[in-house]
Nanobody
């Protein structure tokens, strides 16, 4: 069994910064991609950023130049540094890992953390 726990959400003013973290625990042999998704009010869930096991990153156009994704493989953790936040970044943010565990490769999701950007 693999569990993902997120932290770091909250309320921030426009232009501010937040850092999200997500850590996996359980029987983990390796983690391939680590991803951050978000779902805003009345919107579909969308991919925000992802990072491969080799460190290659990819960002949605809406966050390029403002968000930075990074990973700590020794701690099974991914971070999302969010800068210059805008009201349209308000959403529930979810981490998603592709994990090799006992007998299979599978995707796991965090519980979600609320990010609210408002003055």
């Amino acid at each position: 069994q693999v569990q993902l726990v997120e932290s770091g959400g909250g309320l921030v003013q426009p232009g501010g910064s937040l850092r999200l973290s997500c850590t996996a625990s359980g029987t983990i042999f390796s983690i391939n991609a680590m991803n951050w998704y978000r779902q805003g009010p009345g919107k579909q869930r969308e991919l925000v950023a992802d990072i491969t096991s080799g460190g290659r990153t990819n960002y949605a156009d809406s966050v390029k130049g403002r968000f930075i994704i990074s990973r700590d493989n020794a701690k099974n953790t991914v971070h999302l540094q969010m800068n210059s936040l805008k009201p349209e970044d308000t959403a529930v943010y979810y981490c998603n890992f592709n994990v090799w565990t006992v007998g299979r490769e599978s995707d796991y999701w965090g519980q979600g953390t609320q990010v609210t950007v408002s003055s």
